[in-house]
């Protein structure tokens, strides 16, 4: 046998082991999905794909070692894999592809190896136990919703050559108390931080040039942030919610302030609006009790 086909074991609901060949050189799409009883299973040096879904919904799937023969790890592959605690990604992947590991709610650490330069759409979603992720400086691209979810992450660093934080890439990391934004990055997207609740601090890199909507969205520890010239526009919901801001600085480069975009920012005392703004969207400083000057 030099490959076992798409959906080969798809819904063996009560199969708990498998034992693959030296030999095998792929496992195809949906191989083993819902497996549902499959505790382990070792991947031969001979594999070198698993295809999409491979693993997908094998929830008493607890660990899996992927060897350096594979080259490619399709989307879903280990996808809802709810047991897995930990895995180990072979050194020759260049792409973790789309929601490879997403609902691996029992993962809580990865190091993703050098050589990979994506990292997929939602590839690690509500990875609830996730506490470190290391990401190497080869990495160019994260996608949208990437670490969503991951609500035991304490911290990330985004490597040098990222130049976008995609939508919504760390929102609900409610732990997520460090993060480092390389000056490579120009935008960050709506929802990007939302809902990062402990972070106290984040410097946003002089060429950043837009910051999406809700992208501070209920950072209720964040306590001061300056926003850089060349951003044209602070979004609906930016900063809303952000309960421990005490001080902001818009430069002059903003020509507009969006719809509660300052919401419910409780300290914030101050704030200077530079000529360049020409329109304030409606509730942008409402419930900003403490607001004195403007």
């Known amino acids: 046998v030099t490959s076992i086909g798409e959906s080969a074991f798809d819904s063996c609901y009560k199969l708990t082991s498998v034992t693959i060949p030296n030999g ?26 698993i295809g999409n879904g491979a693993f997908d919904n094998c929830d008493a799937l607890t ?9 490619s790890i399709g989307s879903w592959a280990f996808s809802g ?20 590991f997403d609902y691996c709610k029992s993962l809580k650490s990865v190091t993703i190896p050098r050589g990979v330069t994506a990292i997929g759409e939602r590839a690690f979603y509500q990875c609830e136990a996730l506490v470190s992720v290391t990401i190497p400086d ?27 934080i995609a939508y919504g ?9 460090s993060v480092t934004i390389p000056d490579t990055v120009t935008s960050i997207e709506g929802y990007a931080f939302n ?30 942030v300056t926003i850089p010239y060349g951003v044209a526009e602070i979004g609906e919901r930016t900063f809303y919610n952000c309960q421990a801001l005490t001080s902001v600085t818009i430069p002059g480069s903003v020509t507009s302030i969006g719809e509660s975009a300052f919401d419910s ?21 409402d419930s900003c009790y403490k607001l004195t000057s403007v």
């Open 24 to 49: 095998v050189t792929s496992i195809e799409y949906n191989t083993f999905n819902k497996c549902k009883s499959l505790t382990s299973v070792t991947i031969p040096d001979s594999v070198t794909s």
């Open 63 to 71: 660990s899996v070692v992927i060897p350096n023969s594979v080259t």
């Open 81 to 100: 894999c709810g047991a897995l605690t930990s895995v180990t990604i072979s050194a020759n992947v260049t792409s973790i592809e789309d929601y490879v």
């Open 138 to 164: 080869t990495v160019t691209e994260i996608g949208s919703e990437a670490f969503s979810g991951c609500t035991s992450l304490r911290s990330a660093k985004i490597p040098n050559g990222v130049t976008k």
């Open 169 to 177: 890439t760390f929102s609900s990391c409610a732990k997520l108390a």
């Open 195 to 224: 809902e990062c609740s402990v972070l106290p601090s984040v410097t946003i890199p002089s060429r950043v040039t837009s910051i999406g909507s809700n992208a501070f969205e209920e950072c209720e520890y964040l306590t001061s």
């Open 265 to 285: 920012c409780y300290e914030l005392t101050s704030v200077t609006i530079p000529s360049s703004v020409t329109s304030i969207g409606e509730s942008a400083f």
